[in-house]
């Protein structure tokens, strides 16, 4: 037998099984830690590469977390009680959050969705429960009929209703700094020298960033965000108007939450490598991954190329392919959009060129 398997025999027998949870929001949080074995030894990065695997939250997502958190601080200050009406303007996975998190305690949800993100999302927000209102992709944000503005109107005119508002609430962030951040100091033994995350509201890596740094000062943090979106510094990295088709990641603002000094190095990203890189995380590492975990990949390994031997760095890979199943996962979707031509369907490791 090989040391590897014989380890592997011997720590499945060790393993304890969590206890019996109270209810399913018992399973948001303490995901595992995973290290990677192919992926960045193929690109000849010689640090160890951990990925927080969030797609193993109760909902799917990272986003339980904050889902999760805002709910019950919500509850807790006497804003909100079950029997009302939850709205949130998002990209899918905060809506499922909402959307479970709502299930367990009693809570009616609207979910407004941009037109782009995925019919599985939908799919898995109306088998929860969720009221789902679909609005124009190219709407600004500030603009009435963006998702932000339906659901602003839909709050003015639904009684007992509440945006929770995950732009500007400070339970997002609270989220990862008090819980995802601690997890992966204690998981890593307190050795890990970067974070890499994509940025979407942002509350994932300014949570992380701060609750890393209270542990080690000199931490890198690095955050991916889109060609096409706002969100990198400097400024002039955000040059390109183009619209993109990773979902969960990008904006076309400055959410609050996001506090954008933190992060040492922006890497913009593309839909291309996005793709490629949730792919090669699948089909090479066994981990079921949506398409912004390969835009953290991708600013991963870019950066990782500059570390040495033994030096750590932790991604973060917030959702499942189980909500693109219809798109990135599937062959003739990467053709039609030109992601990958037929030829490189039949070499599957063309992504490594
Ligand atoms: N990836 C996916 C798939 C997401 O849904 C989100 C949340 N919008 C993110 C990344 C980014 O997370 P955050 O909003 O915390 O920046």
Redesign the pocket.
């Known amino acids: 037998m090989t040391s590897t398997l014989a380890a592997a025999l011997a720590g499945d027998g060790k393993r304890t099984a969590p206890p019996i949870g109270e209810d399913i929001l018992a399973h948001i949080g303490c995901t595992p830690l995973v290290r990677l074995n192919r992926i960045p030894q193929s690109l000849g990065v010689k640090a160890t590469v951990y990925v927080k695997c969030e797609f193993f939250n109760a909902g799917g ?3 339980d977390r ?1 889902a999760k958190r805002m709910v019950l601080e919500a509850e807790k200050s006497g804003r909100i009680k079950p029997g009302d009406t939850l709205i949130e303007p ?5 809506g499922i959050g909402l959307a479970l998190v709502g299930a367990v305690r009693g809570y009616r949800t609207i979910i407004t969705l941009p037109e782009k993100m995925s019919a599985e999302k939908v799919a898995v927000l109306r088998a929860l429960g969720a009221e789902i209102v679909r609005t124009p992709t190219e709407a600004a944000w500030d603009a009435p009929e963006s998702h932000i503005g339906v659901a602003k109107r839909l709050q003015q005119e639904i009684p007992n209703s509440h945006i929770l508002d ?1 732009y500007c609430n400070v339970d ?1 962030p609270l989220a ?1 700094e008090y819980g995802t951040a601690e997890e992966i100091w204690e998981q890593t033994g307190g050795k890990v020298d970067m974070l890499v ?9 300014t949570g992380i960033a701060r609750g890393l740094r209270k542990h080690h000062p000199g931490i890198k943090i690095i955050a991916a965000d889109p060609h096409g979106s706002v969100l990198a510094l400097p400024e002039d990295l955000n040059k390109s108007t183009e619209g993109y088709k990773v ?3 990008g904006y076309d603002f400055i959410p609050d939450v ?1 506090d954008r000094e933190l992060i040492d190095k922006w890497y913009k990203t593309g839909d291309k490598e996005s793709f490629a890189f949730a792919r090669r995380l699948i089909k090479e590492e066994g981990l079921l991954v ?3 975990s390969g835009s953290a990949m991708a600013a991963a390994m870019q950066e990782a190329k500059g570390l040495k031997e033994g030096d750590v760095v932790v991604v973060v890979l ?2 499942s392919i189980r909500s693109y199943l219809s798109k990135f996962a599937d062959d003739d979707w990467m053709v039609n959009n030109d992601f990958m031509t037929a030829d490189e369907l039949e070499k599957p490791d063309a992504s490594k060129s």
């Open positions: 997502s990272v986003k904050i998002t990209s899918g996975n905060t995950q997002n990862h995350a994509g940025a979407g509201t942002g509350g994932t890596v979902e969960g990641i996001l949506g398409g912004s917030p959702d």
